[in-house]
């Protein structure tokens, strides 16, 4: 079945330490990969997406993603973590051959940034 | 980047009512937005698609008469939980789509939902 997979619910890291943060699709062809971050009670915002061309895509907030389609994963890295990216981190998929373009979600993984 | 807006932020209501959120395109035109509900911890799950001069299309399981969607212009789209009960009470998030090559989906800030 067609599904994105985000292996770790929760994730603690501490304030200056790397984080990465792992997506995988299974999709007959790659689709759209997106990521977004969502803080407590907020709506999402937009990371970083990948449509095609250079496998590693830099976002916002300094998070960049690298796509590696041997293992149909699409991870986000952030090289120093800030007490204030303490939130909730979703990879989204949209298939490109489904119908209206929609967006399904991973179960999304909650990072926590100790002092 | 493109604004969504929703209103209200959050609204507490008796069980038995009705309550209308609104979703709003700030600065393009939408003629498709989503409407995702989220519980506690756990992820966005898709209710509907909600397109702007027909009818909004429901993912399975998801009650047409419960959750009543209106997109009546290309900035608007509107949700209404008629008859609410406690196992209503959600995190509502509203997405709208800019036309356009990736066709990529501007969310919401989300509407928090009780019902007593």
């Known amino acids: 079945a067609q599904s994105v997979t985000q292996p770790d619910i929760h994730i603690t890291v501490s304030e200056g330490a790397s984080l990465e943060l792992r997506c995988n699709y299974s999709?007959?062809?790659?689709?759209?990969l997106f990521w977004y971050v969502q803080s407590p009670g907020q709506g999402l915002q937009l990371l970083l997406k990948y449509f095609s061309g250079d496998t590693l895509v830099q976002g916002i907030k300094g998070f960049e993603a690298e796509f590696k389609r041997s293992q149909s994963s699409f991870n986000l890295r952030k090289p120093s973590v800030h007490w204030s990216d303490a939130a909730e981190y979703f990879c989204a998929v949209v298939p490109l051959k489904a119908a209206g373009n929609k967006l399904t979600f991973g179960g999304g993984t909650r990072v926590l940034v100790k002092p | 980047g493109a604004v969504v807006s929703q209103h209200p932020s959050w609204v507490i209501c008796k069980s038995g009512t009705s309550v209308k959120i609104e979703c709003r395109s700030l600065?393009?035109?939408?003629?498709?937005m989503f409407w995702y509900r989220q519980f506690p911890k756990q992820s966005l799950m898709l209710m509907a698609t909600s397109n702007e001069g027909s009818k909004a299309t429901y993912e399975q399981g998801v009650e047409k008469d419960k959750f009543l969607i209106n997109h009546a212009s290309l900035t608007l789209s509107t949700l209404t939980v008629t008859s609410a009960h406690p196992e209503d009470s959600s995190f509502y998030i509203c997405s709208a789509r800019e036309p356009g090559l990736h066709n990529e989906q501007f969310f919401g800030p989300g509407t928090r939902l009780t019902v007593l």
């Open positions: 999709y007959g062809a790659t689709p759209y």
């Open positions: 600065d393009f035109q939408a003629t498709t």
